[in-house]
């Protein structure tokens, strides 16, 4: 049965509303989680954005309630925006191994993340020097593994609006300071303003140097995944919603399974995996065309949604149950940058989740064969 829609408890307090079942959400939340395309900056609570920028003196001008405006989204210049303000005031060590350290915990392993790859963004840091970011995220997550087992690693994003030489420059950096936690690089910022084949050099230079890579292309046309896979060396793609446009490129990633990292609540605000109206008509169509894809939560305080929340959506919306929902996380597993032997530990901890997982009653649709009047 489904209730009149309503906030869950506890869930953030600007998210748009979903119908609540107690047996899907009591689902959602028990199932095993593996994250690819979540933002560092991005996962920042509003009262440690408050209590960074009190700290360092940086005037924020809004509220801790009122610090995330959700539905301003839709313009990605205002969330580029907000991004780089909350960017602007993680600046020492303590701070990045504070937000790294929320971001796996309570941010992650209390919705029963098992894994992520964290993207993070050091030119969303100005005037912070690569090693402090570097050595204040590693320690960050190298307590939260400590502490609640989650596992995460590394993905240095560049920005797409900068130049060219920029991302070299910045690849050589990450290169000439590499440690075990760095596994790859990603293309991030508005794609409009950089596209692809401007960061052919960087990702050359980075492929040489043995990191996998990534990149974001949300609001494209269909040809840049074609860019980024034979030019750039992408193994996987973020977001990716327009290539179910082209049924010739749709089949190539089918066939050669490449991963499309989605993220349904930022999307949909976004407007890129539908029309803002939460039916989330891209991932369907990319599912129900054999693409594989994950799911994720992109930047998950800032548009008002978790790691628990972003199934949520997909199981009301598109009726997704378990056999599905678990299928984003083996996804995931095969998609993500671990070893051989890191992999198949995922499988086993996902797989024991899954079964432990009682599945919740498909959704009724009986009042669609309800005769009319």
Request: proline share 8%; net charge negative.
């Amino acid at each position: 049965m489904s209730a009149t829609a309503r906030r869950p408890p506890g869930h953030p307090p600007h998210s748009r509303p979903v119908p609540t079942d107690p047996a899907v959400d009591a689902m959602v939340a028990a199932l095993p989680k593996v994250s690819l395309h979540c933002h560092l900056i991005g996962t920042v609570a509003p009262g440690t954005v408050a209590e960074l920028a009190a700290k360092h003196g940086v005037p924020l001008g809004r509220g801790v309630e009122d610090l995330y405006d959700h539905d301003s989204y839709q313009d990605l210049g205002e969330f580029l925006r907000v991004l780089d303000v909350v960017g602007s005031v993680i600046r020492d060590v303590d701070d990045f191994h504070r937000v790294t350290y929320e971001s796996l915990t309570a941010g992650g392993a209390d919705h029963n993340v098992l894994y992520r790859e964290i993207q993070l963004s050091p030119p969303g840091h100005p005037g912070v020097p690569y090693p402090r970011i570097l050595e204040g995220v590693v320690a960050g997550l190298r307590d939260a593994r400590s502490d609640t087992g989650i596992d995460a690693r590394l993905v240095v994003g560049i920005n797409r609006e900068r130049s060219g030489a920029e991302a070299v420059e910045l690849v050589q950096q990450v290169i000439e300071h590499r440690v075990d936690e760095v596994v790859g690089i990603g293309l991030d910022y508005a794609e409009v303003n950089g596209p692809p084949g401007r960061f052919v050099e960087a990702y050359r230079l980075a492929g040489r140097a043995g990191l996998d890579r990534t990149a974001h292309s949300e609001s494209g046309p269909p040809g840049h995944v074609l860019t980024l896979l034979d030019e750039l060396g992408c193994s996987r793609i973020d977001h990716g919603y327009h290539v179910v446009d082209d049924p010739e490129i749709t089949s190539r990633c089918v066939a050669e399974r490449i991963p499309f990292t989605c993220t349904p609540v930022s999307s949909d605000i976004g407007r890129y995996s539908g029309s803002g109206d939460g039916t989330h008509t891209r991932i369907r169509q990319m599912v129900d065309a054999g693409l594989c894809v994950t799911i994720d939560s992109d930047d998950p305080p800032m548009f008002g949604t978790d790691p628990t929340h972003d199934f949520r959506v997909l199981a009301h919306a598109l009726g997704y149950r378990r056999e599905q929902l678990a299928a984003f996380t083996a996804n995931a597993i095969d998609a993500c940058w671990l070893d051989g032997t890191g992999k198949a530990d995922l499988r086993r901890r996902a797989a024991a989740m899954v079964a432990a997982t009682p599945d919740a009653p498909p959704p009724d649709h009986s009042h669609l064969l309800e005769e009319t009047p």
